[in-house]
């Protein structure tokens, strides 16, 4: 079993930055690939990165070089750094641990950009 708490939400300006963290529980975090989605209002639910285990790292090209997906798995942590932030940014920000068929979900939290 794993929980994610996730943290670091919150309301900033268009061309702002912000840092989103995930707090793990359970040991098989460091052996997990970590992702974080969002969903906006009205939206489905949409990928913006992606961690393995060993480190690769993935993003749809909405994100591409303004977010980084990095990890510290002696902390059970990973982060999604985002800069130069847009108002279309705005979402719920969730992050997600998945070990062979087995995902797991935090709470979310909000990022709100303002123009």
């Known amino acids: 079993q794993v929980q994610l708490v996730e943290s670091g939400g919150g309301l900033v300006q268009a061309g702002g930055s912000l840092r989103l963290s995930c707090a793990a529980s359970?040991?098989?975090?460091?052996?997990?690939?970590m992702h974080w989605y969002r969903q906006a209002p009205g939206k489905q639910r949409e990928l913006v990165a992606t961690?393995?285990?060993?480190?690769?790292?993935n993003y749809p090209d909405s994100v591409k070089g303004r977010f980084t997906i990095s990890r510290d798995n002696a902390e059970n942590t990973v982060y999604l750094q985002m800069n130069s932030l847009k108002p279309e940014d705005t979402a719920v920000y969730y992050c997600?641990?998945?070990?062979?068929?087995?995902?797991?979900w935090g709470q979310g939290t909000q990022v709100t950009v303002s123009s």
């Open positions: 961690i393995t285990s060993g480190g690769s790292t």
């Open positions: 359970g040991s098989i975090f460091s052996i997990s690939t």
């Open positions: 997600k641990a998945v070990r062979g068929l087995a995902a797991y």
